[in-house]
């Protein structure tokens, strides 16, 4: 008995700390790694990072998201993407040949972004009329067909618009659409001894 006791005296706080473990990442946030380079300069491929689950999500908040059934060459159901939030419901995107990003109108000064040089090679261009005005969310929805429609140039009710920071080699919302809300993961976090941090967790527009 003493020793079943004693086995136990152990046995328990295991278990009820791996309990509270799994509560936590299961509700509070998960470890997430990103995959890739289209988030540099600012995240780095196989860098790992934070999701808060429970974090409210802003315009310019970096996001962690279920990808499958989103990019249509996404077979993996549990794959995940790591993105910026450029447009939130009820906004206007629109996107200049030169680079210039405009949400309801207004420049939004993508300080996250290194260099002009960045901008420019990262826009995106459906067919050579827009190589000289630029896109709009109505034009990529047209012309790239994606599965929820746009009207209005106007991110609707639930959903986000997101891009990559690194825009010539990201695979993000101007390919596949909008992003709906019960796809969200969480708010990505940096580590403080990460570099570039404040452009992740706390760059505001």
């Known amino acids: ?61 970096v996001v962690v998201f279920n990808a499958y059934g989103l990019d249509p060459n996404q077979t993996g159901k549990n794959a995940v993407y790591v993105k910026r939030v450029i447009g939130m419901p009820g906004d206007t995107v629109r996107y200049t040949s030169s680079g210039k990003l405009y949400v309801n109108n207004k420049l939004v000064k993508q300080t996250y972004l290194k260099n002009k040089y960045q901008q420019t090679t990262g826009s995106f261009m459906a067919n050579s009329h827009s190589k000289f005005t630029g896109w709009t969310l109505n034009s990529l929805s047209h012309d790239q067909g994606w599965a929820k429609s746009v009207t209005n140039n106007t991110v609707p009710k639930g959903y986000y618009f997101v891009l990559g920071d690194h825009r010539s080699v990201s695979n993000d919302g101007r390919y596949w659409g909008l992003v709906p809300k019960s796809k969200m993961i969480g708010v990505v976090k940096a580590w403080p001894w990460q570099n570039r941090k404040q452009y992740i967790n706390n760059y505001q527009p």
């Open 1 to 61: 008995m003493k020793t079943f006791k004693s086995i136990m005296s152990w046995v328990v706080p295991i278990a009820i700390g791996l309990i509270i473990a799994l509560l936590i990442r299961q509700f509070w946030f998960t470890m997430v790694k990103v995959d890739g380079t289209s988030m540099q300069p600012n995240l780095q491929n196989n860098e790992r990072v934070v999701a808060f689950k429970t974090s409210k999500i802003k315009a310019g908040s």
